[in-house]
């Protein structure tokens, strides 16, 4: 994957940042970022440069997928930056991306671009990874023990709850149960965690902490 000759990077903490310039008719300055557009044809069909780039990068799947080695690779990439005072936003943007990056991780390369992050989704990027452990202990750690012990089903009853907008006919067909069943499996998840799944508050506390792996 060939990046220009003006291509800097450095290492600033855990990160390697890379400063990729746009190609002279892109009509923009460099990125900030994990990573960066390529040179060549970052704008190609219209196609964003932050997605040329991913795509780029996402070529080299096979290639970790077959290291034994397990090395796992998370990019985050900036929207173009113009002019050096606009680099720490891009930069501050990019390293959220890849905190993000970090969390879907589920293949040897994730990589997010800045207008993939969805509010919730860079809120949780932004915490550290023992406050989220944390937090999703405290909201799931009953109902998680409970299923074990059980063999019940009150975190996916959970999930599809609020997939559903919290409406219990919704729930119900689409987990194949009697809506009595969803009641009492909320009733239970109420009870376990002092939470009121009619509560607003409470419903957005349960989506955030599902939301953390």
């Not at 070529?59 to 397990?70: F, I, K, T, W, Y």
């Not at 992050?117 to 023992?130: I, K, M």
């Amino acid at each position: 994957m060939p990046l220009s000759d003006a291509t800097l990077a450095g290492p600033l903490g855990d990160e390697i940042i890379l400063l990729v310039p746009l190609p002279s008719d892109g009509g923009r300055g460099p990125d900030s970022d994990g990573g960066g557009p390529d040179s060549g044809d970052a704008q190609a069909d219209g196609v964003p440069a932050g997605h040329v780039f991913a795509a780029r990068l996402l070529d080299a799947q096979p290639v970790l997928e077959s290291d034994r080695s397990g090395v796992r690779l998370s990019v985050g990439i900036s929207a173009p930056a113009v002019g050096m005072v606009a680099l720490s936003g891009a930069l501050h943007e990019a390293s959220s991306a890849r905190r993000l990056a970090v969390l879907r991780g589920q293949t040897p390369i994730s990589v997010v671009t800045s207008d993939e992050v969805a509010s919730h989704e860079l809120l949780l990027a932004t915490v550290p990874r023992s406050v989220l452990r944390s937090f999703r202990e405290r909201m799931l750690g009953p109902l998680l023990a409970y299923d074990q012990r059980h063999k019940a089903e009150l975190v996916p009853t959970l999930r599809e709850f609020l997939a559903c907008s919290g409406s219990w006919n919704a729930c119900a067909a689409r987990m194949y149960v009697h809506v009595n069943t969803v009641r009492y499996r909320i009733r239970r998840i109420e009870e376990l965690t002092g939470r009121d799944l009619s509560s607003l508050d409470d419903q957005v506390d349960f989506f955030l902490a599902l939301r953390i792996r």
